[in-house]
């Protein structure tokens, strides 16, 4: 009688200990949609370490040289220096050939 009493203690402390494995708050799941959280957040993290490494090195460039704030100038402003001209060139469609109005006799 005791040791049906014990297998049935331990059988149900096995059933416990099972049951919180998958079903509970550290459960078997739970750590798998943490593990893919932290994957999305990793890849996250990289695309803006990436974009923190462009904006400095475009912050050291502004630092170290014109030349960076002489192209900004001129390709998002639009800016020329004093003693220059601005020419816009822009492409035109050719124009259809007109057709003569009246054929030639021999």
């Given amino acids: 009688m005791k ?3 014990a297998t ?9 200990v099972h049951a919180e494995l998958w079903f509970g708050k550290g ?6 949609s943490l ?3 932290v994957e999305a957040q990793h890849q996250a993290n990289s695309a803006a370490q990436a974009r923190n490494d462009q904006l400095a090195a475009e912050v050291r460039d502004l630092q ?3 030349e960076m704030v002489e192209e900004k ?10 003693d220059e001209i601005y020419v816009q060139l ?3 469609l ?12 021999p």
Avoid at 27 to 32: F, H, K, T
Avoid at 73 to 82: H, I, Q, Y
Wanted: glycine letters at 6%.
């Fill in 27 to 32: 459960g078997v799941p739970r750590v798998m």
């Fill in 8 to 16: 049935l203690v331990l059988l149900a402390l096995i059933a416990v």
């Fill in 90 to 92: 822009t492409h035109s």
């Fill in 3 to 5: 040791m049906r009493f």
């Fill in 35 to 37: 593990r893919t959280q």
């Fill in 94 to 105: 050719p124009q259809p050939m007109q057709a003569a109005s009246a054929p030639v006799s």
């Fill in 73 to 82: 100038a001129r390709v998002e402003l639009g800016m020329v220096k004093p």
């Fill in 64 to 66: 170290e040289g014109l």
